[in-house]
């Protein structure tokens, strides 16, 4: 039987989670020695499923990264984008980098994102989704 969390527990969660960064701790020392390259562009747009992407910054600057940008361009295709060196990393739908791969667009996939985004629902009676 699923569990589920209110929108309450859910926010506790968060709220612990925020207030957890500003206790401090060790600093986090990049383990690998120099980085051959410190600049990092990333995709800038105003959209909730990319926060995340913001959040990373420190995270980056702890790996070593000193020079992190966030360009705003008119090119959303992303896996295009990335291919065309606009961007070094993004998020974006896992649909819209495999249509890229399928076109023939060279880009790595590193993890995946928009998990809890969609769900599908049906009757009792359907039991699998053809492809």
Do not use: W
């Amino acid at each position: 039987m699923p569990v589920f969390q209110t929108r309450r527990q859910f926010l506790t969660a968060v709220s612990l989670i925020g207030a957890a960064g500003l206790v401090g701790g060790r600093q986090a020392l990049a383990a690998d020695g120099v980085l051959e390259t410190t600049k990092v562009r990333l995709f800038k747009t105003a959209v909730i499923c990319l926060a995340p992407q913001y959040l990373v910054d420190d995270l980056l600057r702890a790996e070593g990264f000193t020079d992190i940008s966030y360009i705003a361009s008119p090119n959303i295709n992303i896996p295009d984008a990335i291919a065309a060196g606009e961007y070094d990393f993004s998020l974006d739908f896992a649909s819209d980098h495999i249509f890229g791969i399928d076109r023939g667009v060279a880009i790595t996939l590193l993890a995946g994102v928009h998990v809890g985004c969609y769900e599908l629902f049906a009757k009792n009676e359907i039991r699998s989704i053809p492809s």
